[in-house]
């Protein structure tokens, strides 16, 4: 399959993914979408990761049409990736719940994406800086597959919060 193939379906299915996320946001408590809330903590966590993954997947259309050569479109789109999630991510920490929820001990399969966003961040620096040169597109892929992993298992995580918040 080609790379405009995968990156459309993966930018439909996090559309899906924040669709989903709208309607549990909706049709949750006032209690889970508080402020202060982990669940409502939780889910901007992720779906900063999504909207990133949306735009990560598009990325590519946009920089492929003003560059010619497939090594540079590639950097130039891991480094446009790199500081959109950059941004989302210093955006997040400046929220005030950001604070509170972070000093929280962290859940055990957050141990697993910290390793993972760490391996997302080095790929695309790397590709940023010229790294795999024969395989941009299947590592600038492995990396969105990781968010697209990411979302999936965030969703999962923010209803199970809300059906505990919710439960008496």
């Known amino acids: 399959m080609d ?3 995968t990156f459309s379906t993966l930018a439909e299915i996090s559309v899906g993914i924040l669709g989903f996320t ?4 909706a049709l949750s408590s006032p209690k889970s979408r508080g402020q202060y809330s982990e669940a409502h903590f939780r889910m901007l966590w992720f779906l900063d990761r999504t909207l990133l993954l949306i735009a990560a997947s598009v990325l590519p259309f946009a920089v492929f049409q003003w560059v010619e ?3 540079l479109g590639w950097r130039v789109a891991s480094a ?3 500081f959109l999630g ?5 955006y997040r920490i ?6 509170t929820w972070v000093k929280a001990l962290p859940r055990p399969i957050f141990f697993v994406f910290g390793p ?8 695309l620096v790397a590709m940023t800086f010229g790294a795999f040169p024969d395989s941009e597109a299947r590592m600038y892929t492995l990396a969105l597959y990781y968010l697209l992993a990411y979302s999936i298992f965030g969703f999962v995580y ?8 919710e439960s008496p």
Do not use: C, H, M
């Not at 709208?22 to 946001?25: L, T």
């Open 3 to 5: 790379w405009r193939d």
């Open 22 to 25: 709208a309607v549990v946001s």
């Open 69 to 71: 050569s497939g090594n």
């Open 80 to 82: 446009l990736s790199i």
């Open 86 to 90: 950059l941004t989302l991510q210093i």
């Open 94 to 99: 400046r929220l005030p719940s950001y604070v």
């Open 116 to 123: 993972g966003d760490i391996f997302f961040v080095f790929t």
């Open 158 to 165: 923010f209803v199970e919060l809300i059906w505990k918040e």
